[in-house]
């Protein structure tokens, strides 16, 4: 199989932080772009962030930038996104997804992940 794992997420009160992670199974992610996005209730899958596959370029959208750091660790075939400063608007599920080069699209990555849930409320 090729798939995705996301893990880390729960829930969090507003101002707090999590950190995602996301592994392969049955591939490595090494050679890939990197990109995590969100799908909260009632709304389309967002592009939050992406990274290359030599973890050189990094990108964010507006509505998280500053807060949320993406990084990856190809020794350990790992990409994470640190989360801080967490509003509940950020509340989603999040994916992880791997493709050829990095982007906010969703339609740019060919394997995803099957999400993990982040819920922000007091």
């Known amino acids: 199989q090729l798939q995705l794992v996301e893990s880390g997420g729960g829930l969090v009160q507003p101002g707090g932080s999590l950190r995602l992670s996301c592994a392969a199974s049955?591939?490595?992610?090494?050679?890939?772009?990197l990109g995590w996005f969100r799908q909260a209730p009632g709304k389309g899958r967002e592009g939050v962030s992406y990274i290359s596959q030599s973890g050189a370029v990094t990108n964010y959208a507006d509505s998280v930038k500053g807060r949320f750091t993406i990084s990856r660790d190809n020794v350990k075939d790992t990409v994470y996104l640190q989360m801080n400063s967490l509003k509940p608007e950020d509340t989603a599920v999040y994916y992880c997804a791997a493709g050829g080069s990095g982007s906010l699209l969703t339609q740019v990555y060919h394997y995803w992940g099957q999400g993990t849930q982040v819920t922000v409320s007091s």
């Open positions: 049955g591939f490595t992610l090494r050679l890939y772009a």
